[in-house]
C-alpha cells in the first residue's frame, strides 16, 4: 500500500466500506463483508505457527493491504505492551476480544500470563479461538462469550469458572461497547477483581469517543485512579486522532 493511502484512509476502498457498514458494524460488530472470517483464513495460510509475533506481524499486514479492520493496531498496540509490561500480569481481563489482535499482543508481551477475553458476537469469538489455536495461545487465552451488562451472568461465569476473586486480576483491557466502558469498570471494582496498584488500559477515549469514562477518571484523579493519557492515532492511519488511558488504580 502506498504512504499516501496509509496516511489518508479514506483513500482505501476497504475502509470506505467499512464506512458504508457502520450501521452493520455497531449492531452486530462485524463489517458484514467476511473480512473478519477471511482474515482467520489469511492467518493460517501466512503466518508461522506458534509463533504469536508473527501471527500479529500478519494481522498487521492483512489490514494495510487487504482490509481495514477495527483492531487497537500497530501504534497503540506499543501503548498496550509498554502497560502491559509494566503491570507484569500474571491475569488478564479483556473486554472486547473482536478476532483476538489484542490479546494476542498481550499475550506475547506477557509469555506467562493468563488472559480472559469477554467478547458479545460469538462469530468473533470464534475467529479468535483460531487465531490463538494457530499461534498456539490457546491454553493461556480463553474467550467468554457475553458481556457484564448482562444482569450478572458473565460475572457469575468468571467467578465460579474462570476463578475470579478479590484481587485477582492485575490488567484490564478495555476496547468494547464504548458506553459501556463506565458502567464495566464499576462492575470490575464492585466485584473487587483488580488488584490494588493493578492498570486498566482503555481504547479509542477520543475515536469514537468515551467522554463519560475520561471525565470520571479525571474527576478520581489521586484519589481512586492515577491515568496517563497517551495521543495518538485510530488504527492503521494517522489522520484520525485517539487517545489511549492507562490507570492505575489506587483504592
Ligand atoms: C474494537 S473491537 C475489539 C478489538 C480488539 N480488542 C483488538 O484490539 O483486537 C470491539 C469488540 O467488542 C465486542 N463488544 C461490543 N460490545 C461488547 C460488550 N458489551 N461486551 C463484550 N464485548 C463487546 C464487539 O463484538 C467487538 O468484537
New binding site residues.
Given amino acids: 500500500m502506498s504512504t499516501l493511502s496509509r496516511k489518508i484512509p479514506f483513500l482505501r476502498w476497504s475502509f470506505i466500506r467499512l464506512f458504508l457498514g457502520m450501521p452493520h458494524l455497531l449492531k452486530n460488530?462485524q463489517v458484514g463483508d467476511g473480512r473478519e472470517a477471511r482474515l482467520a483464513e489469511y492467518v493460517v495460510a501466512k503466518a508461522k505457527q506458534g509463533d504469536a509475533k508473527d501471527v500479529i506481524r500478519i494481522i498487521d499486514e492483512y489490514c494495510y493491504n487487504e482490509s481495514f479492520l477495527?483492531?487497537?493496531g500497530d501504534e497503540k498496540g506499543l501503548i498496550l505492551d509498554a502497560a502491559v509490561e509494566r503491570a507484569k500480569p500474571s491475569r488478564i481481563l479483556?473486554?472486547?476480544?473482536?478476532?483476538?489482535?489484542?490479546?494476542l499482543r498481550m499475550a506475547a508481551a506477557a509469555p506467562t500470563a493468563r488472559i480472559v477475553s469477554?467478547?458479545?458476537?460469538a462469530e468473533?469469538a470464534k475467529i479468535a479461538r483460531r487465531i490463538f489455536e494457530h499461534a498456539g495461545v490457546s491454553s493461556r487465552v480463553t474467550v467468554v462469550v457475553?458481556?457484564?451488562?448482562d444482569g450478572g451472568k458473565t460475572a457469575s461465569a468468571l467467578n465460579q469458572e474462570q476463578n475470579f476473586a478479590a484481587g485477582t486480576i492485575d490488567l484490564v483491557?478495555v476496547?468494547?461497547?464504548k458506553n459501556?466502558y463506565l458502567p464495566?469498570l464499576k462492575l470490575i471494582m464492585r466485584e473487587g477483581w483488580l488488584r490494588r496498584g493493578g492498570l486498566v488500559v482503555a481504547?479509542?477515549i477520543k475515536f469514537p469517543g468515551a467522554p463519560e469514562y475520561r471525565a470520571y477518571m479525571h474527576e478520581n484523579e489521586g484519589k481512586v485512579w492515577r491515568t496517563d493519557e497517551y495521543e495518538t492515532h485510530a488504527e492503521y492511519q494517522t489522520m484520525i486522532k485517539d487517545l489511549v488511558l492507562v490507570s492505575e488504580y489506587l483504592a
Wanted: net charge negative; charged share 20%.
Fill in positions: 460488530w477495527i483492531n487497537v479483556e473486554l472486547g476480544t473482536y478476532c483476538g489482535y489484542s490479546a469477554i467478547e458479545f458476537n468473533n457475553g458481556t457484564l451488562g483491557f476496547d468494547h461497547d459501556a464495566d481504547d479509542n
